[in-house]
């Protein structure tokens, strides 16, 4: 396996900005489930959604939790946040 480690520091972000950094970002990918079900759909109108269901419930949830963490601005201050993003193995796909 070929590893790639790409790293953004960002120190002293204005809190109102890295909300809305990391609120674009969810929403983004979102959107890509979204899009992606829709194109599935006209393809085949039984494409289930159970699975995209649950990934968006996941987003929104991990949404919800990180807007609770500008709640309490004492902790914002010493807040560390790190993505992690696995490409598709392309040796698989069809």
């Known amino acids: 396996m070929n590893k790639k480690i ?16 990391m ?3 969810i929403e983004e990918h979102i959107n890509t489930y979204k899009l992606q079900h829709l194109s599935n759909w006209i393809k085949n109108h039984e494409e289930p959604s159970d699975s995209r269901d649950q ?11 990180f807007n609770a963490l500008f709640e309490v601005p004492e902790i914002v201050e010493d807040v560390l946040i790190s993505l992690q993003f696995k490409l598709k193995d392309r040796s698989k796909a069809a």
């Not at 953004?8 to 900005?17: A, K, M, R, W």
């Not at 990934?55 to 939790?65: G, P, Q």
């Open 6 to 21: 790409f790293t953004i520091t960002e120190n002293g972000l204005d809190q109102n900005h890295l909300k809305s950094l």
């Open 23 to 25: 609120h674009q970002l």
């Open 55 to 65: 990934k968006i419930n996941e987003l929104e949830y991990l949404k919800d939790e």
